[in-house]
């Protein structure tokens, strides 16, 4: 059999990644990728693509601009009756209104949590919708380099507090989100001499110049440092801080799995950009008591930070939720088990 599998953002793009490389072990199948990784893709996706191909994979990346190759895919599918499928990765992906008109033409859509599947078999009423998790995030149980390490080379004391900030991939609210937790860490400064740092990780997918960002720096009282991969990875620089503070992303699921501590902090911008792509206000991890939702307030982001590091909050449920929604994964690989023996039922049709 031969797939085409197709994604622009990261996580999907690792998903599809991990999927091709194990369905090529077989020796039954051939993929041909289409993975941007977050980065314009060299060569654009182009008809000759669908020649002899069996099967279409695509993921649902996080914007109608990002996901163009996706489109693409998804409509030349469609026009030529090739089996469809798609992957999400994250909650709410599946709503994703730009790959609406495909829905209906759609063999296979995989969800990575089990909440999610009856909502999307009513988008999707022709195809078979099954949970099979993310193969990312089984990843994110494994082990971290040492924390002084990592924060031996970002400068902070093995006692201080960090606050670990991951942004998104557009400026404007990243400029948002980065100000507000440097000004939730000046009050809490202010309030307690705990050593307070704030980390900034930049999303793989923002291109903006990082200059931008430099007066965070230069006008913080509180130590702020800026990093992107490969430099740090997230996995690292989230076993090494106290506490997350993320948009809605798969950074905060990787916090989750690791059991620190998670804020959600969306502004007003935020919510309506969130709104226009996945219909939510609100976010599903906050809902399920795995992290906790602050809107654009620093006082408040401040007073929630203090209340799970310095209170003990954190402990007493954060954490009990955390180990039960995202349980230690038993059995790796399988996430893609379930997506090849979907996509292996298709032989012979």
Not at 198 to 227: A, C, Q
Not at 265 to 278: G, K, P, Q, R, V
Request: charged share 20%; aromatic share 10%.
């Amino acid at each position: 059999m031969k797939a085409l599998l197709v994604a622009h953002d990261v996580a999907p793009s690792q998903i599809l990644e991990m999927l091709a490389t194990n369905m090529e072990k077989s020796g039954r199948h051939l993929c041909r990728r289409c993975l941007a990784f977050g980065v314009a893709p060299d060569h654009p996706l182009g008809l000759e693509e669908f020649k002899e191909v069996d099967f279409v994979l695509i993921g649902m990346s996080s914007s109608a601009v990002l996901a163009k190759q996706e489109i693409f895919a998804a409509k030349n599918a469609a026009e030529r009756g090739i089996p469809l499928g798609f992957v999400s990765d994250l909650f709410g992906c599946y709503k994703r209104p730009w790959l609406a008109e495909y829905r209906k033409h759609t063999k296979f859509v995989f969800l990575p949590v089990a909440q999610e599947v009856r909502g999307a078999k009513f988008l999707f009423p022709n195809a078979e919708v099954i949970f099979s998790g993310n193969p990312c995030w089984e990843k994110y149980f494994e082990p971290a380099n040492p924390v002084e390490d990592t924060r031996g080379a970002l400068g902070f004391g093995i006692d201080d507090k960090v606050i670990m900030c991951s942004g998104g991939k557009g400026l404007v609210l990243n400029m948002l989100l980065y100000g507000g937790v440097i000004e939730a860490a000046h009050l809490l400064d202010k309030r307690s001499q705990e050593g307070w740092r704030v980390v900034i990780n930049l999303h793989p997918g923002d291109r903006s110049d990082p200059e931008l960002y430099s007066g965070f720096v230069t006008h913080s009282k509180v130590p702020v440092r800026i990093v992107r991969a490969p430099e740090f990875s997230a996995h690292n620089l989230i076993a090494a801080s106290d506490l997350l503070v993320a948009p809605a992303s798969n950074t905060g699921i990787e916090a989750a799995c690791m059991r620190k501590p998670v804020i959600n902090y969306f502004t007003e911008l935020y919510f309506n950009e969130m709104e226009s792509y996945d219909g939510m206000r609100i976010w599903p991890p906050c809902q399920m008591g795995i992290s906790s939702q602050v809107s654009s307030n620093p006082s408040s982001l401040a007073n929630k930070i203090f209340a799970l590091l310095v209170h003990g909050g954190y402990k007493q449920e954060m954490l009990i939720r955390q180990m039960n929604v995202f349980p230690v994964v038993a059995n790796p690989g399988e996430a893609i088990k379930k997506i090849c023996q979907a996509i292996d039922s298709l032989e012979g049709q």
